[in-house]
């Protein structure tokens, strides 16, 4: 069965930076899309980043644009979320997903606070 598991969340700091991995099993990774997901407390949730299945495509929610980077290692079977210059109001729970299947992981929490 398609398991997605998150990890790499945590506290920072204002300003600081945290890179998210999900690896992926269960399914041949480099035929699909993923996407990575945050909700925050109270707020519904919210498409983060795409990446292609060869990294050809990628697009960002405005909000995160220039500052996080999705990426993807098919050999590993991961992908990535590389963010940088995070501020209070990216604390959420993160999560991967594959939209094809509707697959989930179980998030990872990341919390920013000085």
């Known amino acids: 069965q398609v398991q997605l598991v998150e990890s790499g969340g945590g506290l920072v700091q204002p300003g600081g930076s945290l890179r998210l991995s999900c690896a992926a099993s269960g399914m041949i990774f480099s035929l699909y899309n993923m996407e990575w997901y945050r909700q925050a407390p109270g707020k519904q949730r919210e498409l983060v980043a795409t990446i292609t299945s060869g990294s050809k495509f990628i697009n960002y929610a405005d909000s995160v644009k220039g500052r996080f980077t999705i990426s993807r290692d098919n050999a590993k079977n991961t992908v990535y979320l590389q963010m940088n210059s995070l501020t209070p109001e990216d604390t959420a729970v993160y999560y991967c997903?594959?939209?094809?299947?509707?697959?989930w992981g179980q998030g990872t929490q990341v919390t920013v606070v000085s």
């Open positions: 997903h594959r939209s094809l299947g509707d697959y």
